[in-house]
Nanobody
Framework: QVQLVESGGGSVQAGGSLRLSCAAS????????MGWFRQAPGKEREGVAA???????SNADSVKGRFTISKDNAKNTLYLQMNSLKPEDTAMYYC?????????????????WGQGTQVTVSS
């Protein structure tokens, strides 16, 4: 069983930055993806960024150049550095583990989920 706990959300003005963290515990098999997803009220959950255990990353077009996913294997922690935030980035952000090489940003491919952390960007 894998446990994921997100932190780092908050309220910022447009143009600001936040860094989300996701602490992972429990057994994680060697070949896996970890990703960040978000869901705004009334909208479907969407993939933001994902990183494979070998370091390969995948990013949504909407966040390229602004968000950076990374991980610290020693700390079993996943990060999402978010810069140049926009009001449309407002959502609940979730950390997840599992994924697939075919579509690493497809949320249905992930088996384990955190509870989420809210990000609100005001104009």
């Amino acid at each position: 069983q894998v446990q994921l706990v997100e932190s780092g959300g908050g309220s910022v003005q447009a143009g600001g930055s936040l860094r989300l963290s996701c602490a992972a515990s429990g057994y994680i098999y060697s070949n896996y993806w970890m990703g960040w997803f978000r869901q705004a009220p009334g909208k479907e959950r969407e993939g933001v960024a994902a990183i494979h255990s070998d370091g390969t990353t995948s990013n949504a077009d909407s966040v390229k150049g602004r968000f950076t996913i990374s991980k610290d294997n020693a700390k079993n922690t996943l990060y999402l550095q978010m810069n140049s935030l926009k009001p449309e980035d407002t959502a609940m952000y979730y950390c997840a583990a599992g994924g697939s090489w075919v579509r690493p940003l497809r949320w249905r491919e992930y088996s384990y989920w955190g509870q989420g952390t809210q990000v609100t960007v005001s104009s």
